[in-house]
């Protein structure tokens, strides 16, 4: 199994913690390797002993964010197989995905943070394969059939909607958004909305047992390949 830089060398966790901060704060454009080492502390050269190019490196910083969300995930459905249910885990996207920029940037393309790494092959991959859409995709037809959904509606046409409903509320909870309305409680809302497209929950504790496991087994899948990504882009 692929592991991070970080994970076998100090100095590649000085370098990826410095790259992190400098993009938070400046953005990706103009962002050289010589201050990303000057950060880290450590000889310009001594980043292409893990990493292949700048690229490689501040991808990667997008893709790690990503891990962390899929470890969230994973955790709040370990410890409560409820939490996969709709009605709890689209709102916590919308939670979770908002605590971490880059993921939050990928999403919403912020070519402010991103720069020309907004169209990057494996921000591009990254976005597939985590965003609105292809969660869409992978837990609807879970939920129809463990009764999480309403099946009264053709899949392509449910789907389109959620994954308007979900890209609103991302926009809407963003750092950008206007605020002509506000509420108290962004999650309650988040949840009567999915409530209110996808129908009332009829599940019982078995059907939601098995969603859980399957949302467990997607994660599990999807952090194994996203790891054997982040490893390709290693030196």
């Known amino acids: 199994m692929a592991v ?52 490689d490196l501040l991808v990667g910083l997008f893709a790690r964010d990503v891990l962390a969300v899929f470890d969230v995930f994973t955790e709040r459905i370990t410890a409560d197989p409820d ?32 720069g020309v790494l907004t169209e990057h092959p494996m921000t591009k991959e990254l976005r597939e394969s985590f965003g609105p859409a292809s969660l869409v995709y992978t837990t609807l037809p879970v939920w129809r059939e463990h009764n999480l959904a309403r099946t009264d509606w053709p899949l392509d046409q449910q789907a389109y909607a959620l994954q308007a409903l979900m890209s609103g509320f991302q926009a809407a909870t963003g750092p950008r958004a206007l605020r002509i309305v506000t509420v108290a409680d962004t999650t309650a809302v988040v949840s009567l909305a999915v409530t209110a497209l996808l129908g009332p929950e009829t599940a019982g504790p078995e059907d939601v047992r098995a969603a859980a496991e399957r949302a467990l087994a997607e994660l599990a899948a999807r952090r194994e390949a996203l790891l054997a990504s982040i490893g390709k882009q290693q030196a």
Request: cysteine-free.
């Open 4 to 55: 991070l830089a970080e994970q076998e060398s100090g100095t590649a966790a000085r370098i990826v913690a410095a790259a992190r901060e400098l993009v938070l704060k400046r953005g990706v454009k103009g962002l050289s390797i010589s201050a990303i080492a000057e950060k880290a502390h450590v000889a310009k050269g001594t980043m292409y002993l893990h990493w292949k190019n700048r690229e």
């Open 83 to 114: 939490v996969s249910r709709p009605s709890r885990l689209l709102p916590l996207i919308v939670e979770i995905t908002g605590e971490y920029p880059f993921v939050r940037a990928m999403q919403t393309e912020d070519s402010d943070l991103l």
